[in-house]
């Protein structure tokens, strides 16, 4: 056939689908919202204006590029190339701002007024907060209830930047209820409101165009990485897997080069099988979830199964349908970490490099041991987030 | 016939509005869907509406999700529903639909579905987050095999050319939600609602449509059927089944009052 003689982009296609996975599967509530979005969004990021606007904010406000850095004591002790790509020192501390710059600009350019959005640790609401504060737009964010007793310092800081914390008091409480409580803002504020999603998760387009304006992840990593060793391409590139969208964007500008390898790590909690896991790929099935056919933990009758992790921002029962087609397709390599082995990767990177990680991008530095890579080899490792919002939960650790 | 068709094609000028009640399975006790169903029934209901529990009903509001919650602690299940209806044709004549979310449904796998609901007597099914051409190209035929209607949702923002879409593939009836909200809101029937509904009228749609969302007693179910064939009532049976300690009677009440039957006369 024609088509395996082409180079797979494995990029979503006309009719919003990666392979098998992605679509639109909302209510008729939805769909003029989420039409409008999708018969712009191109038009509207390829506008030289918004390009504009969009990296000048990116360069001054944000703080990018992140610097690409060698972790010098870390490569030794793996016996390999080991360079981080800081995403930790983006402004508000993760990469979930790269995201939320982009879609502010979007809602503007789309005439709304009013911004919703859904959290989990706190670190999507803090940074939708922070650009509503820089716009000077309205902001709702959902929070799970329990989410809201767990993450305090985030919660302080969404009030702080004038956002409006509503907990989602129904169902487990957690990310995926606040997701649905998102979702129903939008449906009952259809004209004047822009949904700002904090990962590559939801109805098409949203997979794709948050993978789009996290693709600044990887683009700074193919000229960061020719400059620090001359190579054009890493052979790994490392990230944690919650919703997908930092991994979306360190794998964005390699997913053609097949030689890069891709791998996705997913928290296990406290052991895939153990009933406390968010282990995604290992644990679920396809099916429908927030408004995409995706991989998700299920029951046998089809409902959604609450996940753990001990960082919130990976407990999440879905990934994104980019990654559920990286995974069924075999592109992708997809690992998971277990709430132990995160903590000891951040206290590992802590005391070799000085950098305190954020728990979610510790299970990606958990792995490093497992990937067998060679002495001469390169390994890019995403480190999406700081450690400052785990304070409480390291210090437990301490001793 | 499919007793939906049916239903639509016998209701003559000036009979009035047909009422469908929404209501979930397996609440509020798991053994109470067929009791309800029953009580419907026998209280003069036109058509029933049986709402599938699902974990993270999207287009429901907190009345409806909290149902769902509680039918899912009670252990309600896709599988335990289609037993529980098992024989409701020997009694049950009304057309009777599936409301649910398409999740669960692919798990049980469509095919399998369509083929249980037909063997109970289901006549149709409402699953908001199907997408109109995933439904076209992978679905549409398993239904038509079994006699499965499937009912697709208009609202006040879709575009004309969406709505003749939709009519264009539509049997049965369309499910006409009355505003921009999810289910249970407070509204009754508004003038922007009705220069929507006049709008709708004029468009001489070849299905009848029922009207859904904020319709709660007699004087909301006129208003609306006024403006079409029916109406339906969700959110507000479901706090009457909330507060109920005699089932069977109250709800038989509920019935005649919005049909405004007398209360003496048998159906
Ligand atoms: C630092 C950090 N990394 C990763 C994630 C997981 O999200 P995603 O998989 O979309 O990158 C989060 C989510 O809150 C986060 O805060």
Known sequence: MEETLEKKTYQVDPSGYYGSFGGAFIPEMLYPNVEELRENYLQIINDPSFQKSYNDLLRDYVGRPTPLYRANRLSDKYNTNIFLKREDLCHTGAHKVNNTIGQILMAQRLGKKRIVAETGAGQHGVATATVCALMNLECVVYMGELDIERQAPNVARMKMLGAEVRPATCGSRTLKDATNEAMRHWINNPVDTHYIIGSVVGPHPYPDMVARFQSIISEEIKWQLKAHTGKENPDYVLACVGGGSNAAGAFYHYLADEDVKLVAVEAAGMGISSGHSAATTALGKPGVLHGSRTILMQTDDGQVVEPFSISAGLDYPGIGPQHAYLFDSGRGIFLSATDEEAVQAAFELTRLEGIIPALESSHALAVLGRLGAAQSETVVVNLSGRGDKDMATYMKYID | ?267
């Open chain 2, 1 to 267: 016939m499919n007793r939906i068709t049916e239903l639509f094609q016998q209701k003559q000028p000036g009979d009035g509005g047909l009422l469908n009640v929404y209501f979930t399975a397996g609440f509020p006790e798991l053994n109470d869907t067929t009791r309800v169903l029953q009580a419907l029934q026998d209280g003069g209901v036109d058509l029933v509406e049986i709402g599938m529990p699902y974990s993270d009903p999207v287009a429901d509001g907190e009345t409806i999700q909290k149902s769902n919650d509680r039918a899912l602690e009670n252990g309600m299940s896709v599988k335990i529903l289609f037993e529980q209806l098992h024989n409701m044709r020997e009694k049950v004549f009304v057309p009777v639909l599936l409301m649910g979310y398409v999740n669960p449904v692919l798990q049980y796998g469509v095919e399998n579905f369509c083929r249980k609901c037909a063997e109970v007597g289901v006549d149709g099914l409402i699953l908001p987050d199907m997408p109109m051409d995933v439904y076209l190209n992978e679905y549409k035929s398993i239904f038509d095999r079994y006699g499965i209607l499937n009912i697709f949702l208009i609202t006040p923002q879709t575009s004309e050319k969406r709505i003749r879409q939709i009519d264009e593939i539509s049997e049965g009836f369309i499910y006409t939600v009355s505003s921009a909200s999810v289910t249970g809101s407070k509204t009754g029937v508004s003038a922007d609602m009705e220069s929507y509904f006049a709008r709708l009228n004029a468009m001489n749609l070849k299905n009848p449509r029922l009207i859904g969302f904020g319709i709660k007693d007699n004087a909301t179910f006129t208003q609306a059927s006024q403006q079409a064939a029916g109406a339906i009532i969700g959110s507000a049976f479901i706090r009457l089944l909330q507060e109920t300690s005699d089932l069977e009677q109250d709800v038989k009440s509920f019935v005649r009052s919005v049909k405004n039957y007398p209360e003496t006369v048998e159906i």
